[in-house]
């Protein structure tokens, strides 16, 4: 019954946290960047490039935009990413259209916007908040979805490495940006704020990895090692060892997971023995299934080079 409460107990915190972060991020957004015309990245710029091309309406295409995404995600990415992402996709427009609504009957940041550095103190609160929403988001155990997707989608059914994929998402995003609005400035002010965004994702949110490495040891090992393999869907590995100072013959759990899977992990541990060993490391990357893949070299220069000269080396032996 404790296990229960406490288990209830967080599940209310994590949801709180992910809507808390979703509203940061659409305050953000809609006070900071949109009323500018500043094109950072995500949803929002999309649909600001697409008032700013067609004279479509912002809130209207931002909702449509968002729910897209998230049937396609919900289709090719599977329940769990369903889950994960359903608040934000609710949370994000909502807010989003309450400060938008709320900026433009009384603005509460007057910029001159015709002025490069007004436009500079806009990007660097803007891609602050955005950046702090976004890892608040995370510290929940939620995502915010959006032109991620496509990237998570990339990466599972082609093996595209997914931050190249985000980059590359985002450069292109920022690009129509400049030629929608024809104003170099603003996609210089746009980068900024997309590189403040993702300092402040890293910083909040244990550093700069997207990956992490747990070993776990509890005397209730099968229980969490079930729920990794069977709810988290990761591989484990389980290690023989021995208690330094009580000399048992113990079971210590290896996993690799992602950043999203974080706070996932520690509340079901949490629940299943509050008493476990678990000490957490940032990975510098993880290659394999269900992470990013490796790299295949059409030619590899110092693999020729040895062959070459193994070659030249049995020819004079046999000479």
Same mark, same amino acid.
């Given at each position: 019954?404790?296990?229960?409460?406490?288990?209830?107990?967080?599940?209310?915190?994590?949801?709180?946290?992910?809507?808390?972060?979703?509203?940061?991020?659409?305050?953000?957004?809609?006070?900071?960047?949109?009323?500018?015309?500043?094109?950072? *990245?995500?949803?929002?710029?999309?649909?600001?490039?697409? &008032?700013?091309?067609?004279?479509?309406?912002?809130?209207?295409?931002?909702?449509?935009?968002?729910?897209?995404?998230?049937?396609?995600?919900?289709?090719? $990415? *599977?329940?769990?990413?369903?889950?994960?992402?359903?608040?934000?996709?609710?949370?994000?427009?909502?807010?989003?259209?309450?400060?938008? %609504?709320?900026? &433009?009957?009384?603005?509460?940041?007057?910029?001159?916007?015709?002025?490069?550095?007004?436009?500079?103190?806009?990007?660097?609160?803007?891609?602050?908040?955005?950046?702090?929403?976004?890892?608040?988001?995370?510290?929940?155990? *939620?995502?915010?979805?959006?032109?991620?997707?496509?990237?998570?989608?990339?990466?599972?059914?082609?093996?595209?490495?997914?931050?190249?994929?985000?980059?590359?998402? @985002?450069?292109?995003?920022?690009?129509?940006?400049?030629?929608?609005?024809?104003?170099?400035?603003?996609?210089?002010?746009?980068?900024?704020?997309?590189?403040?965004?993702?300092?402040?994702?890293?910083?909040?949110?244990? *550093?700069?990895?997207?990956?992490?490495?747990?070993?776990?040891? %509890?005397?209730?090992?099968?229980?969490?090692?079930?729920?990794? $393999?069977?709810?988290?869907?990761?591989?484990?590995?389980?290690?023989?060892?021995?208690?330094?100072?009580?000399?048992?013959?113990?079971?210590?759990?290896?996993?690799?997971?992602?950043?999203?899977?974080?706070?996932?992990?520690?509340?079901?541990? %949490?629940?299943? @023995? %509050?008493?476990?060993?678990?000490?957490?490391?940032?990975?510098?990357?993880?290659?394999?299934?269900?992470?990013?893949?490796?790299?295949?070299?059409?030619?590899?220069?110092?693999?020729?080079?040895?062959?070459? @000269?193994?070659?030249?080396?049995?020819?004079?032996?046999?000479?």
């Amino acid at each position: 019954m404790i296990n229960n409460k406490k288990e209830l107990k967080l599940r209310i915190l994590h949801t709180l946290l992910v809507i808390l972060g979703n509203v940061i991020l659409a305050f953000g957004v809609a006070v900071f960047l949109v009323p500018y015309n500043i094109v950072s *990245g995500g949803i929002a710029s999309i649909a600001l490039i697409f &008032q700013g091309a067609f004279g479509w309406n912002i809130n209207v295409s931002l909702i449509v935009i968002t729910w897209a995404f998230y049937i396609l995600g919900a289709v090719l $990415l *599977g329940k769990k990413f369903a889950v994960q992402t359903i608040i934000a996709t609710i949370v994000y427009p909502l807010a989003f259209s309450l400060f938008l %609504s709320l900026q &433009q009957q009384t603005p509460i940041l007057h910029l001159d916007v015709t002025n490069s550095v007004n436009l500079l103190l806009a990007s660097i609160f803007g891609g602050s908040l955005t950046g702090i929403g976004v890892a608040i988001t995370f510290l929940g155990g *939620g995502s915010t979805g959006g032109v991620d997707i496509i990237a998570l989608i990339l990466q599972k059914y082609f093996n595209f490495k997914c931050s190249i994929v985000s980059f590359i998402v @985002d450069a292109v995003t920022i690009l129509c940006g400049f030629f929608t609005y024809n104003d170099l400035s603003l996609a210089l002010i746009g980068i900024i704020c997309a590189a403040l965004a993702a300092m402040f994702v890293d910083k909040i949110f244990l *550093g700069t990895g997207n990956f992490y490495i747990a070993y776990i040891i %509890s005397p209730k090992w099968k229980e969490i090692n079930e729920f990794i $393999l069977a709810k988290l869907e990761r591989g484990t590995t389980l290690v023989d060892s021995i208690g330094g100072y009580s000399g048992e013959d113990k079971k210590m759990i290896q996993v690799s997971f992602s950043a999203n899977e974080y706070v996932i992990l520690q509340e079901a541990i %949490s629940s299943i @023995d %509050s008493k476990a060993f678990m000490s957490i490391i940032k990975a510098h990357e993880v290659k394999g299934e269900g992470f990013n893949p490796y790299i295949k070299h059409k030619k590899n220069r110092l693999l020729k080079t040895q062959k070459e @000269d193994e070659d030249y080396g049995n020819k004079e032996r046999e000479n």
